[in-house]
């Protein structure tokens, strides 16, 4: 009053309000974090204001709660208002102090004498109050009661009004227990709405191995329903040799300086099958001790696709591979065939030089024409082969098939070889084949290929045995040699363009590489195959398979 200049406030001269406690800011947050100002009545709260009413006979009772501007009451017995300014409030002083505060005739306490609730209605000359906390130990209002004429409060009485208090800090508790229960429960639900909206597969576990829950996305993963494998071994959804590296990862967790731990793995489905995993391990501590939390990606697409990569890739390698070999293949050709053509005109050259320049007898004449003649064939069989190839593999090759007696035919290609040569004797088994539908010129190409390639490759004096048969309705040649034979790796490939054995045995006779694949061409044309069967220094055999009726 004096020396407090009077305050204005709705025409009331209103007294100072009670000072700020020192940690008004922390009792403020405390209040707050309750979430309790401004809900509904509570009978739990009700219930003790009643009692307080009648047990002290007053006609008002009040659980105040003091906020930063205002005292808001959880439960009021006999004031219409919920709420006054905190200027005008008397708890404000119990709650500062920290301890009951009872003002027997507020007319008389000069920090009340002027305040507008006890000048004006409703006019409070007894006011007792007892400081009210929370679980944290702030004092955040009081429980009083208040009468309109001045009042003794007695030692029992204060005891009463503390027990009251005392059961309205206990109901406090509870409302902050639910509170924190309905937290949880919310945080739950949002915990619940992650995991059920992410897309990865996501695994608890706990410190024994045991499955405490899945989110969708990994119960969908591994193929079973919601509730089904918690409580389970995690051993249900993983191969053997991970659950040990889990361990591991949990015993490694237990130390504080343990993070995510991401590696491939093999997960289990409900059907048995299994499926390679990304798996990412994370450890935490909760409530229920060390967890580890598993989130599972399905890699089988990932892995489906490194492999498609993998196998695109050595697919790529083979094809540079055969690319590389084919290149190597042309320009050995390319030399061979240059190197061949030059031997021939060089000889052609040299014979015609000599037929011109020298005196030449009629005997040597014939023998230099017939030199020239060997030479000027031999080019143009090489010319015929290469041109016979590249129509052939163009698919520009048409076959003139006609009835032909291919007995009579090999004999007298046989017989002509023989002729031309006495270092090797040629043997023919004829196998009574009728007549058989083929293009004969073509037939010729083959088995002198065949016949000279068992001459070229065969040591003098060794013997080439030439057979037919019919084999399942086909024409079946074979010719045999005692030759230097071709290892068993090599078998097919004597049959690509420009492939020759490079072997000491055969580097000296000369070729092209081109004489096989027109065989083999030249068969399959005619709807038939050619092969060969060798033993190195022994000999080989090729076959030729040719139906009967034609291509
Ligand atoms: P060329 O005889 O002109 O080299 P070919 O295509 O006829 O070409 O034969 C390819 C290769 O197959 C020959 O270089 C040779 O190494 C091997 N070869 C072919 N026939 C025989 C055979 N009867 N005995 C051993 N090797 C052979």
Same mark, same amino acid.
């Given at each position: 009053?004096?020396?407090?200049?009077?305050q204005?406030?709705?025409?009331? %001269?209103?007294?100072?309000?009670?000072?700020?406690?020192?940690d008004e800011?922390d009792?403020l947050?405390?209040?707050?974090?309750?979430?309790?100002l401004?809900?509904?009545?509570?009978?739990?709260?009700d219930r003790?204001?009643?009692l307080?009413r009648?047990?002290?006979?007053v006609?008002?009772?009040?659980?105040?709660?003091?906020d930063s501007?205002r005292?808001?009451?959880?439960?009021?017995y006999?004031l @219409?208002?919920s709420?006054?300014?905190r200027?005008?409030?008397?708890?404000?002083y119990?709650?500062?102090?920290?301890?009951p505060?009872v003002?027997?005739?507020?007319?008389? &306490?000069?920090?009340?004498?002027?305040?507008?609730?006890?000048?004006?209605?409703?006019?409070?000359?007894?006011?007792?109050?007892m400081?009210?906390?929370?679980?944290?130990? =702030?004092? #955040?209002g009081?429980?009083c009661?208040?009468?309109t004429?001045?009042?003794?409060?007695?030692?029992?009485?204060?005891?009463?009004l503390?027990d009251? *208090?005392?059961?309205?800090?206990?109901?406090?508790?509870?409302?902050e227990?639910?509170?924190a229960?309905?937290a949880?429960e919310?945080a739950?639900?949002r915990?619940?709405?992650?995991?059920?909206a992410?897309?990865?597969?996501?695994?608890?576990?706990? %410190?024994?191995?045991?499955i405490?829950?899945l989110?969708?996305?990994?119960?969908a993963?591994?193929?079973?329903?919601?509730?089904e494998?918690?409580?389970?071994?995690?051993?249900? #959804?993983?191969?053997?040799? $991970?659950?040990?590296?889990? =361990?591991?990862?949990?015993v490694?967790?237990?130390r504080?300086s343990?993070?995510?731990?991401?590696?491939? @793995?093999?997960?289990?489905?409900?059907?048995?099958?299994?499926?390679p995993?990304?798996?990412?391990? *994370?450890?935490?501590?909760?409530d229920?001790?060390l967890?580890?939390?598993?989130?599972?990606?399905?890699?089988?697409?990932?892995k489906? @696709?490194?492999?498609?990569?993998?196998?695109?890739?050595?697919a790529?390698?083979?094809?540079?591979?055969? /690319?590389?070999?084919?290149?190597?293949q042309?320009?050995?050709?390319?030399?061979?065939?240059? $190197?061949?053509?030059? *031997?021939?005109l060089?000889g052609?050259?040299?014979?015609s030089e000599?037929?011109r320049?020298q005196?030449?007898s009629?005997d040597? +004449?014939k023998?230099?024409?017939?030199d020239?003649?060997? &030479?000027?064939?031999?080019?143009?069989?090489?010319?015929?082969?290469?041109?016979?190839?590249?129509?052939?593999?163009s698919?520009? /090759?048409?076959?003139?098939p006609?009835?032909v007696?291919?007995? @009579? *035919? +090999?004999d007298?290609? +046989?017989a002509?070889a =023989?002729?031309?040569?006495?270092? $090797?004797r040629? +043997?023919?088994?004829?196998?009574?084949?009728?007549?058989?539908?083929?293009?004969e &010129?073509?037939?010729?190409?083959?088995v !002198?290929?065949? /016949?000279?390639n068992?001459?070229?490759? !065969?040591?003098?004096?060794?013997?080439v045995?030439?057979?037919?048969?019919?084999?399942n309705?086909?024409?079946?040649?074979?010719?045999?040699?005692?030759?230097?034979?071709?290892?068993k790796?090599?078998?097919?490939?004597?049959?690509?363009?420009?492939a020759?054995?490079d072997?000491d045995?055969?580097?000296?006779?000369s070729?092209?590489?081109?004489?096989?694949?027109?065989?083999?061409q030249?068969? =399959?044309? %005619?709807g038939?195959?050619?092969?060969a069967?060798?033993?190195?220094?022994?000999?080989s055999?090729?076959?030729l398979?040719?139906?009967?009726?034609g291509?």
């Amino acid at each position: 009053m004096e020396g407090n200049p009077p305050q204005s406030g709705g025409g009331f %001269h209103l007294m100072p309000a009670a000072p700020l406690p020192v940690d008004e800011k922390d009792r403020l947050s405390a209040l707050s974090k309750l979430e309790i100002l401004d809900t509904a009545p509570d009978e739990r709260f009700d219930r003790l204001t009643r009692l307080a009413r009648t047990l002290f006979q007053v006609p008002i009772a009040l659980i105040s709660l003091v906020d930063s501007d205002r005292q808001w009451f959880k439960s009021c017995y006999g004031l @219409a208002d919920s709420e006054t300014e905190r200027e005008a409030s008397f708890c404000a002083y119990a709650v500062l102090n920290r301890e009951p505060l009872v003002v027997k005739d507020a007319t008389e &306490d000069a920090r009340f004498s002027d305040n507008r609730l006890v000048v004006g209605a409703p006019f409070i000359r007894f006011y007792a109050g007892m400081p009210l906390y929370e679980s944290g130990g =702030q004092p #955040i209002g009081t429980l009083c009661v208040i009468d309109t004429v001045p009042r003794e409060f007695v030692e029992s009485d204060l005891q009463a009004l503390r027990d009251l *208090t005392a059961m309205a800090e206990n109901e406090l508790t509870h409302f902050e227990f639910e509170l924190a229960v309905r937290a949880r429960e919310a945080a739950e639900a949002r915990e619940a709405a992650i995991l059920a909206a992410v897309g990865d597969g996501l695994v608890t576990i706990d %410190h024994s191995g045991a499955i405490l829950s899945l989110n969708p996305a990994a119960q969908a993963m591994f193929g079973y329903g919601a509730d089904e494998l918690t409580g389970q071994d995690v051993r249900v #959804i993983l191969s053997d040799e $991970h659950r040990t590296e889990i =361990q591991a990862v949990f015993v490694n967790s237990s130390r504080p300086s343990a993070e995510s731990v991401t590696r491939e @793995a093999v997960a289990r489905h409900q059907s048995g099958g299994e499926f390679p995993i990304d798996l990412t391990i *994370t450890a935490f501590r909760s409530d229920q001790g060390l967890v580890l939390i598993g989130a599972v990606r399905d890699a089988t697409a990932r892995k489906r @696709a490194e492999a498609e990569t993998a196998a695109a890739l050595a697919a790529q390698q083979v094809a540079n591979d055969e /690319l590389a070999r084919l290149s190597r293949q042309k320009s050995e050709f390319v030399s061979i065939v240059s $190197h061949e053509f030059r *031997t021939a005109l060089t000889g052609i050259r040299a014979f015609s030089e000599m037929m011109r320049d020298q005196d030449l007898s009629a005997d040597e +004449v014939k023998d230099f024409a017939g030199d020239i003649n060997a &030479d000027a064939l031999r080019l143009n069989r090489m010319i015929n082969d290469i041109l016979d190839l590249e129509k052939m593999e163009s698919g520009n /090759l048409v076959l003139r098939p006609e009835e032909v007696d291919l007995d @009579a *035919t +090999v004999d007298l290609l +046989v017989a002509r070889a =023989q002729v031309a040569q006495a270092t $090797h004797r040629l +043997v023919f088994k004829p196998g009574g084949l009728g007549a058989v539908r083929l293009d004969e &010129d073509r037939l010729i190409q083959v088995v !002198s290929n065949l /016949l000279s390639n068992a001459i070229k490759y !065969s040591p003098e004096g060794g013997q080439v045995s030439v057979r037919t048969w019919v084999d399942n309705g086909c024409a079946h040649l074979a010719i045999a040699d005692q030759g230097v034979g071709i290892p068993k790796a090599e078998l097919e490939r004597v049959f690509d363009r420009y492939a020759r054995i490079d072997a000491d045995s055969t580097r000296n006779v000369s070729g092209t590489g081109l004489g096989l694949p027109i065989v083999r061409q030249i068969a =399959q044309l %005619h709807g038939g195959q050619a092969w060969a069967e060798s033993k190195v220094g022994a000999g080989s055999t090729f076959h030729l398979l040719l139906p009967l009726g034609g291509p």
